[in-house]
């Protein structure tokens, strides 16, 4: 399992290099109130992270997560003047079903998971537009409470960061410490190995898509109970930012690799650079061009990482005077 944390010092690291730099460099960076907000989206993008964690890690892809996160937040507020429980308990299932069905149809056809998802990602984007064609779902007024209460600051961050970093180290939990956790890895490292092994793929894709469906829902419906209100295309940022906050944190895009914790080290670097950007004034696309270099140069660090790590394999294998396994 040691694998799995592949590069976290080298993370924890830069993370810590950019905080430094950050509030010295930058003003008002480091305050109370910049930290709370950085953890806060830090909770949300870690949540849609750690679901494309759950399918990258079984050799998938959910490029679906940003369409999946509007259609959930817009049925949730939608329903919230009768029962924001019942809209927010209505959209989870809905969200779950919806992922067990693609992993359902994945594992029995073998259809490619980027093409499959990314149709439903524009399917889904038309279904939230006819919900709400003209104008955006918004929180009821008696129901303005549940936006105050989720920002209210706790410590170094809010309710809302802590209800996201809760639920992130929870499913990292689970990943580490049970079976079907560890089948995810066991999938996404050798196909055929894993089926050998007894392994059921198809409960293994059905339940890698459900948790990323239902983790996107939860971003979803959070990032519109603060805000109040949910649209058709205001959620398009999510796939994107939650691609390059997995794949900063070292998730293999091979599958069978993966940490929940360089997951949430990945979507602190994404924010501190964002966060930095808009105090500094810098506009999106300076922003982007950062963020883009940070991806390049985690890859390609994890890459000689790789390399490094399998001629020390492959030099232990020489020494033992046994045959090196390819």
């Not at 799995?4 to 010295?24: E, P, Q």
Request: aromatic share 4%; glycine share 14%.
């Amino acid at each position: 399992m040691s694998r799995l944390d592949k590069g976290l010092g080298l993370r924890l690291g830069l993370s810590i290099l950019l905080i430094v730099i950050c509030a010295i460099e930058v003003d008002g960076f480091a305050t109370m109130a910049t930290l709370a907000s950085i953890v806060e989206n830090v909770a949300l993008i870690g949540l849609l992270a750690a679901g494309l964690m759950l399918t990258m890690v079984a050799g998938q892809l959910d490029a679906a997560v940003a369409s999946v996160a509007a259609v959930s937040a817009i049925i949730a507020l939608l329903l919230g003047p009768y029962s924001l429980v019942l809209g927010i308990v209505v959209a989870l299932v809905v969200a779950g079903l919806y992922g067990c069905g693609i992993g359902w149809i994945i594992a029995r056809t073998g259809v490619s998971s980027l093409v499959l998802t990314v149709c439903m990602l524009i399917g889904l984007r038309g279904l939230a537009l006819i919900l709400v064609p003209q104008s955006p779902a918004v929180l009821a007024d008696g129901l303005l409470w549940v936006s105050d209460g989720l920002v209210a600051r706790v410590g170094p961050t809010t309710v809302l960061g802590i209800i996201g970093l809760v639920l992130i180290l929870a499913l990292g939990l689970g990943m580490r410490c049970t079976r079907l956790g560890l089948s995810l890895y066991a999938v996404g490292g050798n196909l055929e190995r894993a089926r050998g092994s007894g392994v059921n793929t198809t409960k293994v894709y059905m339940v890698a898509f459900a948790g990323s469906a239902m983790l996107a829902a939860t971003a979803g419906i959070l990032a519109a109970l603060r805000s109040g209100s949910a649209s058709g295309t205001g959620l398009d940022s999510f796939l994107l930012d939650g691609v390059t906050a997995a794949v900063v944190g070292g998730v293999s895009l091979e599958g069978g690799r993966g940490s929940i914790i360089n997951v949430l080290l990945g979507s602190l670097i994404v924010r501190i650079i964002a966060a930095a950007a808009a105090l500094l004034g810098m506009q999106s696309s300076v922003e982007s061009i950062a963020t883009g270099c940070i991806l390049l140069a985690m890859l390609l660090l994890d890459d000689a990482l790789g390399t490094r790590r399998g001629m020390k394999t492959a030099a232990r294998w020489r020494v033992l005077g046994r045959p090196l396994r390819t």
